[in-house]
């Protein structure tokens, strides 16, 4: 399987949702990619306000004994 044929399946349900709140003069070829970005932006929102919220792990040093 190429990489853009699973780059596709991982996407394809998300590029239905994208398409919705994306202009219509983008080509749909680049719609697997700017629903990859899509999904990175969310994942980084949902880490940061976990980790706001106190609910995150932290990095913290390993106690002795």
Request: charged share 10%; proline share 6%.
């Amino acid at each position: 399987m190429s990489i853009w044929r699973f780059f596709r399946l991982l996407t394809d349900w998300w590029v239905g949702a994208v398409r919705l709140v994306t202009p219509l003069y983008v080509a749909p070829f680049y719609l697997p990619l700017l629903a990859a970005l899509w999904a990175f932006g969310l994942r980084l929102v949902i880490a940061l306000a976990m980790f706001a919220a106190g609910l995150a792990p932290r990095l913290s040093t390993m106690q002795s004994g």
